[in-house]
Structure formats: structure tokens, C-alpha cells
């Protein structure tokens, strides 16, 4: 699995998303992504940094208010389910989820240090 990462701040594009978001629990499964194939966008949207970590040593530190895209090598595969962890910098565990890659995710982080939490879009 071969992985790079940018930096973009979407903020428009996740305005949208934020509209139609579903809400993940302490696990969950995210599916139904306006994000590209092949890629894993994560936005951190409350007043802390989000850390997010995948199989094989994948990780994301992504900054308060901004958004980071991770791209993974396109195959012939029409599902590649990846589990992610999302914990607050320097803090808690917030949520977990699975992800299907092939589809494209994204994942967005809100609230306080204190509060997290974790939807799909």
C-alpha cells in the first residue's frame, strides 16, 4: 500500500459534507463518500489537531481546521476496506472506523479536546 499525502483546506467542500453527515459512534463503518477513489481525506473541524492511523503504519496528522487527502495505488479491486483510528493530538481516542478505500472516505472530526467526535462524509 503506497501512500502521499497534501495539505488542501476544503472548507466549502466540507461545508457540504458536514450538511449530509452521518455520525460514528466508538466503531463504525463509513460508506457513500463524495471523495475521490483510492483516497482517505480526514478534516479536522474542532479546536484540536486529529492523528489518524491505519493498518501497515499509515498515519495522518491532520491540524485544526484544515483537511489532508492520503492516496493509496489504484487496483482492479471494486472494495478495500481499511480500518481507522482517530485520536485527538496529544489526547483521547475519539472513534474508529472502516473505510472502504476503493470507494474513496472521508472522515471529519469536530468538537473540543475535550468532547471529539467523528462522522463520514
Known amino acids: 500500500m503506497k501512500s502521499i499525502f497534501k495539505t488542501p483546506v476544503r472548507a466549502a467542500a466540507a ?4 450538511a449530509g453527515a452521518l455520525t460514528l459512534g466508538l466503531a463504525g463503518s463509513a460508506s457513500a463518500s463524495s471523495v475521490p477513489a483510492w483516497q482517505l ?12 492511523y491505519w493498518g501497515n503504519g499509515g498515519f495522518m496528522g491532520v491540524p485544526a481546521g ?3 487527502t492520503a492516496y493509496w495505488q489504484r487496483t482492479s479491486a471494486t472494495s478495500y476496506t481499511v480500518h481507522v483510528d482517530a485520536y485527538v493530538n496529544n489526547g483521547g481516542y475519539i472513534a474508529g472506523a472502516d473505510v472502504d478505500i476503493a470507494q474513496g472516505a472521508g472522515l471529519a472530526s ?3 479536546g475535550g468532547a471529539p467526535y467523528l462522522w463520514s462524509f
Do not use: D, K
Open 15 to 18: 461545508v457540504g459534507a458536514l
Open 66 to 68: 484544515q483537511c489532508q
Open 110 to 112: 469536530g468538537g473540543t
Open 41 to 52: 481525506e480526514v478534516c479536522s473541524w474542532g479546536n484540536y489537531q486529529t492523528n489518524v
